[in-house]
């Protein structure tokens, strides 16, 4: 089983900046692809940023530009830079693995919690 706790989220006024960090732990596994989701109020949760285990960067159209993913596979960590936040960033961020588990075959997808980014005056 592999868990995932992300930090970094909180409140800023528009045009700030936070950093938000993911990190997986538990039994021996490799991980594939990591990335972050958010859901805003009334949404359906959405990709915002993902990266491969060769470093290929995925970003919605949304965020290009603004934000910048990146991992340290030595500390199983995925990170999020968000810049120049807007109110319609406001949401909570989920990160997203791809990891095969130790004795496994099988890609599995883990999810964690999720951090609450509020962006407002």
């Known amino acids: 089983q592999v868990q995932l706790v992300e930090s970094g989220g909180g409140l800023v006024q528009p045009g700030g900046s936070l950093r938000l960090s993911c990190t997986a732990s538990?039994?021996?596994?490799?991980?594939?692809?990591m990335g972050w989701y958010r859901q805003g109020p009334g949404n359906q949760r959405e990709l915002v940023a993902d990266?491969?285990?060769?470093?290929?960067?995925n970003y919605a159209d949304s965020v290009r530009g603004r934000f910048s993913i990146s991992r340290d596979d030595a500390k199983n960590t995925v990170y999020l830079q968000m810049n120049s936040l807007k109110p319609e960033d406001t949401a909570v961020y989920y990160c997203?693995?791809?990891?095969?588990?130790?004795?496994?075959?099988?890609?599995?997808?883990?999810w964690g919690r999720g951090t609450q980014v509020t962006v407002s005056l």
């Open positions: 538990g039994n021996s596994f490799s991980i594939s692809t």
């Open positions: 990266i491969t285990s060769v470093g290929s960067t």
């Open positions: 997203n693995i791809g990891a095969v588990p130790s004795g496994s075959l099988y890609l599995m997808n883990y």
